[in-house]
Nanobody
Framework: QVQLVESGGGLVQPGGSLTLSCSVS????????MGWYRQAPGKQRELVAS?????NYADSVKGRFTIFRDNTQSTVYLQMNSLKPEDTAVYYC????????????WGKGTLVTVSS
Protein backbone atom coordinates (compact mmCIF):
# COMPACT_ATOMS: atom_id res chain seq x y z
CA GLN A 1 0.00 0.00 0.00
CA VAL A 2 2.91 2.38 0.66
CA GLN A 3 4.64 3.26 -2.58
CA LEU A 4 7.70 5.34 -3.37
CA VAL A 5 8.33 6.16 -7.03
CA GLU A 6 11.55 7.85 -8.13
CA SER A 7 12.02 9.76 -11.35
CA GLY A 8 14.46 12.15 -12.99
CA GLY A 9 17.48 9.93 -13.50
CA GLY A 10 19.41 9.90 -16.74
CA LEU A 11 22.67 10.73 -18.47
CA VAL A 12 24.40 14.02 -17.68
CA GLN A 13 27.85 15.45 -18.44
CA PRO A 14 30.36 16.16 -15.68
CA GLY A 15 29.65 19.56 -14.16
CA GLY A 16 26.01 19.35 -15.12
CA SER A 17 22.87 19.31 -12.99
CA LEU A 18 20.00 16.93 -12.46
CA THR A 19 16.97 16.86 -10.16
CA LEU A 20 15.48 13.66 -8.79
CA SER A 21 11.98 13.38 -7.38
CA CYS A 22 10.26 10.80 -5.21
CA SER A 23 6.49 10.64 -5.04
CA VAL A 24 5.04 8.98 -1.94
CA SER A 25 1.55 7.52 -1.53
CA UNK A 26 -0.27 5.41 1.03
CA UNK A 27 1.11 7.02 4.21
CA UNK A 28 1.19 10.25 6.20
CA UNK A 29 4.16 11.77 4.42
CA UNK A 30 4.55 14.92 6.49
CA UNK A 31 5.59 13.11 9.70
CA UNK A 32 8.15 10.80 8.10
CA UNK A 33 11.89 11.10 7.69
CA MET A 34 12.85 11.04 4.03
CA GLY A 35 16.21 10.24 2.54
CA TRP A 36 18.14 9.57 -0.63
CA TYR A 37 20.60 6.70 -0.84
CA ARG A 38 22.78 5.58 -3.71
CA GLN A 39 24.64 2.46 -4.73
CA ALA A 40 27.49 2.63 -7.21
CA PRO A 41 28.85 -0.41 -9.06
CA GLY A 42 31.00 -2.49 -6.72
CA LYS A 43 30.07 -0.46 -3.66
CA GLN A 44 27.58 -0.74 -0.83
CA ARG A 45 24.56 1.50 -0.54
CA GLU A 46 25.27 4.80 1.18
CA LEU A 47 23.20 7.64 2.57
CA VAL A 48 23.39 10.75 0.41
CA ALA A 49 20.98 13.10 2.18
CA SER A 50 18.07 13.06 4.62
CA UNK A 51 15.50 15.58 5.75
CA UNK A 52 13.14 16.09 8.66
CA UNK A 53 12.81 19.78 9.48
CA UNK A 54 16.47 20.26 8.65
CA UNK A 55 18.72 18.53 6.14
CA ASN A 56 21.81 16.35 6.48
CA TYR A 57 24.32 15.47 3.76
CA ALA A 58 27.15 13.08 3.17
CA ASP A 59 30.52 14.85 3.06
CA SER A 60 30.98 13.76 -0.55
CA VAL A 61 27.97 15.77 -1.75
CA LYS A 62 27.83 18.65 0.73
CA GLY A 63 27.71 21.98 -1.08
CA ARG A 64 26.65 20.36 -4.35
CA PHE A 65 23.37 18.57 -3.54
CA THR A 66 20.21 19.94 -1.95
CA ILE A 67 17.35 17.88 -0.52
CA PHE A 68 13.94 19.42 -0.03
CA ARG A 69 10.35 18.27 0.36
CA ASP A 70 6.87 19.39 -0.57
CA ASN A 71 4.51 17.98 2.04
CA THR A 72 1.45 19.20 0.15
CA GLN A 73 2.43 17.11 -2.87
CA SER A 74 4.00 14.29 -0.80
CA THR A 75 7.21 14.58 -2.78
CA VAL A 76 10.88 14.77 -1.86
CA TYR A 77 13.52 16.10 -4.25
CA LEU A 78 17.26 15.90 -4.67
CA GLN A 79 18.82 18.76 -6.63
CA MET A 80 22.28 17.72 -7.83
CA ASN A 81 24.76 20.29 -9.14
CA SER A 82 28.39 20.09 -10.25
CA LEU A 83 28.01 16.40 -10.91
CA LYS A 84 31.10 14.19 -11.02
CA PRO A 85 31.66 10.77 -12.60
CA GLU A 86 31.87 9.28 -9.10
CA ASP A 87 28.26 10.34 -8.53
CA THR A 88 27.20 7.65 -11.00
CA ALA A 89 24.91 5.26 -9.14
CA VAL A 90 21.39 4.00 -8.71
CA TYR A 91 19.64 6.45 -6.42
CA TYR A 92 16.98 5.17 -4.02
CA CYS A 93 14.30 7.06 -2.14
CA UNK A 94 13.75 6.01 1.48
CA UNK A 95 11.00 6.63 4.02
CA UNK A 96 11.69 5.97 7.71
CA UNK A 97 9.16 5.94 10.55
CA UNK A 98 9.92 5.25 14.21
CA UNK A 99 7.13 3.65 16.22
CA UNK A 100 6.36 0.48 18.17
CA UNK A 101 8.50 -1.05 15.46
CA UNK A 102 10.69 0.92 13.07
CA UNK A 103 9.54 0.90 9.46
CA UNK A 104 11.49 1.47 6.25
CA UNK A 105 10.12 1.79 2.73
CA TRP A 106 12.17 1.93 -0.46
CA GLY A 107 11.64 2.94 -4.03
CA LYS A 108 12.89 0.83 -6.91
CA GLY A 109 15.64 3.29 -7.77
CA THR A 110 16.58 5.57 -10.66
CA LEU A 111 19.90 5.45 -12.49
CA VAL A 112 22.11 8.53 -12.70
CA THR A 113 25.05 8.32 -15.09
CA VAL A 114 27.63 11.12 -15.16
CA SER A 115 29.80 10.78 -18.24
CA SER A 116 31.08 12.72 -21.22
Amino acid sequence: QVQLVESGGGLVQPGGSLTLSCSVSGTTFSIDIMGWYRQAPGKQRELVASITNGANYADSVKGRFTIFRDNTQSTVYLQMNSLKPEDTAVYYCNLFRRGAIDINYWGKGTLVTVSS
